[in-house]
Nanobody, 126 residues
Framework: QVQLVESGGGLVQAGGSLRLSCAAS????????MGWFRQAPGKEREFVAI????????YDADSVKGRFTISRDNAKNTVYLQMNSLRTEDSSVYYC???????????????????WGQGTQVTVSS
């Protein structure tokens, strides 16, 4: 069992930065890849980024490449999403998710994740 709690969301102006955190409980955190997704009103949940169990590999969606950075600290059971150069289109509820595996084959496939946090709202104003 893994429980995930996101934090760090809020209101920021375009061009600004936020860092999201996802605190995990459960002994299997360090043996799972971890992902971030986002969902805007009326839209499907969208893949943002994923990090392997060790933190040695990451993969970002094209829409955030070069602006967002995913990282993790297994000693603290926490995964982070540093978001820079934020745009109004980044406004969404952001969710972290625990993969069923150490790495990934299709990081955007929702069914590859078996635990999800409750989400944290990010709003970017123009």
């Amino acid at each position: 069992q893994v429980q995930l709690v996101e934090s760090g969301g809020g209101l920021v102006q375009a061009g600004g930065s936020l860092r999201l955190s996802c605190a995990a409980s459960g002994r299997t955190f360090s043996s799972r890849a971890m992902g971030w997704f986002r969902q805007a009103p009326g839209k499907e949940r969208e893949f943002v980024a994923i990090i392997s169990w060790s933190g040695g590999s990451t993969y970002d969606a094209d829409s955030v490449k070069g602006r967002f950075t995913i990282s993790r600290d297994n000693a603290k059971n926490t995964v982070y999403l540093q978001m820079n150069s934020l745009r109004t289109e980044d406004s969404s509820v952001y969710y972290c998710a625990a993969s069923r595996d150490l790495g990934w084959s299709n990081p955007s496939r929702l069914s590859d994740y078996d635990y999800w946090g409750q989400g944290t709202q990010v709003t970017v104003s123009s």
